[in-house]
């Protein structure tokens, strides 16, 4: 029954996102505040990870291409299905739901505690829209982390199997190329907005309908991370069976 309730004041939740609008000029402001917040700032620990990541993919696939009747390109194959399919997309979501994740609901939730979220309602001002709306229009930017994750993971990917000496240049460009599926493009992006609302909606439910103190804000924090991690995964397995099976 908890899970029930929880489902259905998320869901009211969606609705009064979208119901009373703050002033335009208002949000306006808001939403370039949480672009930066959300999106340009974890773009330097997106980048560190994926071209690092790239390059242990890659590395990893080498080491593994023990027969000789095997081509080398199968290094650059395997790296770039691993990073746009599922790597960049899904994996760099769920780090982002440590990051981006506890920021919403440690900071929503500190308005709860402090009732500024209180003060919002008596001054005639629709809470959910003012505190959530910009965090979902903000995240819609998001693919455009995950399309540099992807460039980044590829470029580590090639620096790590080309001057590892482990393939030649002109081997890990074919393998780059090798039987590319335009859709699988559409596929990863697509599920990078579905985690994009995710990522804004789940954290800021847990904060906003967060009760008590100071100290359940860090464990407000972790509960978010924890089931939006949870919802990112099951609606990957749902998506990915949907659209390539």
């Known amino acids: 029954m908890n899970y029930l309730q929880s489902i259905g004041e998320y869901l009211l939740m969606i609705k009064g996102v979208f119901g009373r609008m703050t002033k335009g000029s208002v949000l306006k402001e ?3 505040k949480e672009i930066d917040e959300l999106v340009v700032g974890s773009l330097g620990i997106v980048a560190f990870l994926s071209f690092f990541i790239g390059g242990v993919v890659a590395l990893q696939t080498a080491l593994n291409l023990s027969n000789p009747i095997i081509p080398k390109s199968l290094v650059a194959f395997a790296a770039r299905q691993s990073i746009i399919l599922e790597f960049s997309p899904t994996f760099i979501s769920i780090i982002m739901a440590g990051k981006v994740g506890s920021f919403i609901t440690s900071s929503i939730g500190s308005m709860r505690v402090t009732e500024q979220i209180d003060a919002l309602e008596v001054m005639g001002i629709n809470s959910l829209n003012y505190l959530v709306f910009p965090k979902i229009i903000a995240m819609l930017t998001y693919p455009f982390v995950i399309a540099i994750s992807m460039f980044l993971g590829v470029l580590g990917a090639y620096t790590s199997a080309v001057l590892g000496g482990f393939v030649s240049s002109e081997a890990f460009i074919t393998g780059l190329q090798e039987d590319f599926i335009g859709f699988h493009v559409f596929y990863a992006f697509f599920k990078t907005f579905l985690f ?50």
Do not use: D
Request: glycine share 8%.
């Open 196 to 245: 994009a609302f995710i990522l804004a909606t789940i954290p800021a439910y847990h904060g906003y309908y967060m009760t008590g103190g100071s100290l359940e804000v860090g464990k407000s924090s972790t509960t978010s991370f924890v089931w939006t991690s949870v919802v990112i995964i099951v609606t990957n397995y749902i998506v990915t069976q949907l659209m390539l099976s």
């Open 30 to 32: 808001l939403i370039f």
